[in-house]
């Protein structure tokens, strides 16, 4: 499986940009990134992915470097209910058509007045 | 309403006292996992099942079993639970070629 390297930690201002940082330079070429949030203890919310292209969504943005090894998180105006645990995750398939999410440790973001 | 039900939610128990853990959903969806979530090691997957009668282990199967003898219902069953079993646990599911895996509350489980 293609491991994930996230910072631990990261502060943002409420209403500003969180750009949250993902390193999986071991990526294969089928495998898509995921991102997820967990809020407290609750169970993890799914928040966008991607392939090859940069996406956006409701929530955030997902900007996907061209030779796939790191990936980018935007959410474009946080705000304090944003503060999580945010994964990155690499999703293998799995011989026989199944779905495996690997994950890291996720990077607590900090969404502070 | 699409959803994953965990139950129960909390739960205490004694080293060797048999437990089950249920998962439930809605969505007709043909892959179910199960995770544990300690601090500092992120979540890792315990069991998976890609559709009825068929399991497989994930990265940390020691000390639990699973089954899945209908598509919506994927048990977790610690057979004699000791407290290194101590843990929150989620289950998931998500439909093949689907992008969204759908987690459960979770259950917090206290063995003493």
């Known amino acids: 499986d293609a491991k994930t390297t996230q910072p631990p930690s990261m502060d943002c201002a409420e209403g500003r940009a969180a750009n949250l940082p993902c390193n999986h330079s071991t990526i294969s070429g089928n495998e898509y990134v995921y991102w997820y949030r967990q809020i407290h203890s609750q169970g993890p919310q799914y928040i966008i992915h991607?392939?090859?292209n940069n996406e956006t969504n409701e929530m955030a943005s997902l900007i996907i470097t061209e030779d796939r090894k790191s990936s980018t998180l935007i959410l474009p105006h946080a705000t304090l209910r944003d503060t999580a645990v945010y994964y990155c995750?690499?999703?293998?398939?799995?011989?026989?058509?199944?779905?495996?999410?690997?994950f890291g440790t996720g990077t607590q973001l900090k969404v502070e007045l | 309403e699409a959803q994953v039900t965990q139950n129960p939610r909390y739960l205490i128990t004694v080293t060797g006292k048999k437990l089950t853990v249920t998962c439930s959903q809605n969505?007709?969806?043909?892959?179910m996992s199960w995770y544990r979530q300690d601090p500092g090691l992120g979540l890792r997957q315990i069991y998976y099942s890609m559709n009825v009668e068929v399991t497989d282990k994930g990265d940390v199967p020691e000390g639990y079993k699973v089954s899945r003898k209908e598509k919506r219902n994927f048990p977790l069953i610690l057979e004699s639970p000791s407290p290194n079993q101590t843990s929150l646990y989620f289950c998931?599911?998500?439909?093949?070629?689907?992008?969204?895996?759908?987690f459960g509350q979770g259950t917090r489980l206290t063995v003493v």
């Open positions: 998931a599911s998500i439909n093949t070629g689907d992008t969204e895996a759908f």
């Open positions: 969505m007709n969806h043909e892959y």
């Open positions: 991607g392939l090859k």
């Open positions: 995750i690499v999703r293998h398939i799995l011989t026989g058509g199944g779905n495996k999410l690997t």
